[in-house]
């Protein structure tokens, strides 16, 4: 913990199981990130990072997209839903819907991401198959700003993974979600002991610009 410092206040969005979210709780309880996990919202009712949520006593709420007519429309809500805890930081935890420029302007320099692929490869979905099938020699996932460009904000950090020989897809995403709960965590903490922040649409740790590839590479 950063004395003398608040700690940071985060809202997590899921659509699914969370096990992101849930590496983020066990760090956050382990003190390794200085922050507070204010709510976690999700557009999937049965999304199990609900239960995750409540198994932690934090806020679990749940905002059908069904029940909106338009994705302009539930952003705002989204938003208002958000705002109410005054995060400093917004992360997607397998959140999978594309959000509008206007919401994502609205948390720019302060909403992270993290995409199972090497960013610039492989945006959007089916990232694993996409790159056995392409016969790539490596894999892995990119944690990354949001900007409006889907899964083309700036890179903070990437894992890698090796692509074996005859590889199965589900093997694969597995070795590339341990990755991930490895480094979200990681990203976030540096975020909150403000090491971390974007600016001219470039990540920036401790002053120093990223490369493309974020931390460790170049
Ligand atoms: C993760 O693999 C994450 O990279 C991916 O969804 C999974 C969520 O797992 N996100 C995306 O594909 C976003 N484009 P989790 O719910 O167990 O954290």
């Known amino acids: ?6 700690a940071k206040s985060i ?6 199981n969370g096990s992101n979210l849930q590496a983020i709780i066990d760090q956050i309880n382990l003190g390794k990130i200085d922050a507070k996990i204010a709510a976690v919202v999700a557009n999937k009712e049965n999304a199990y990072g609900l239960t995750r949520a409540e198994n932690s006593g934090i806020p679990a709420i749940f905002i059908d997209h069904n029940s909106f007519d338009s994705r302009e429309e ?6 208002c ?16 819907r594309i959000l509008t420029t206007e919401f994502v302007e609205h948390y720019q320099g302060r909403m992270l991401n993290i995409h199972p692929s090497l960013l610039p490869k492989y945006k ?14 490596e894999h892995g996932a990119s944690v990354h700003f949001v900007t409006p460009e889907l899964d083309g904000g ?13 590889q199965q ?18 990203v976030i903490a540096w975020f909150c002991a403000d090491r971390l922040k974007m600016a001219n649409n470039k990540a920036i ?10 931390y460790a590479v170049g």
């Open 1 to 6: 913990m950063t004395e003398g410092k608040q």
């Open 11 to 16: 809202v997590v969005l899921v659509s699914g």
């Open 74 to 79: 539930y952003d705002q809500n989204l938003m």
């Open 81 to 96: 839903t958000i705002d109410k805890y005054k995060p400093d930081l917004i992360v997607l935890a397998g959140f999978m």
């Open 124 to 137: 959007g979905l089916n990232t694993h198959q996409r790159a056995i099938d392409a016969e790539d020699s």
């Open 154 to 166: 700036p890179v903070v950090l990437q894992s890698k993974v090796p692509i074996f020989a005859q």
């Open 169 to 186: 897809t589900e093997e694969l995403a597995q070795r590339v979600q341990e990755q991930e709960r490895n480094m979200y965590p990681l």
């Open 205 to 214: 740790l401790d002053d120093k610009e990223l490369s493309e590839m974020g």
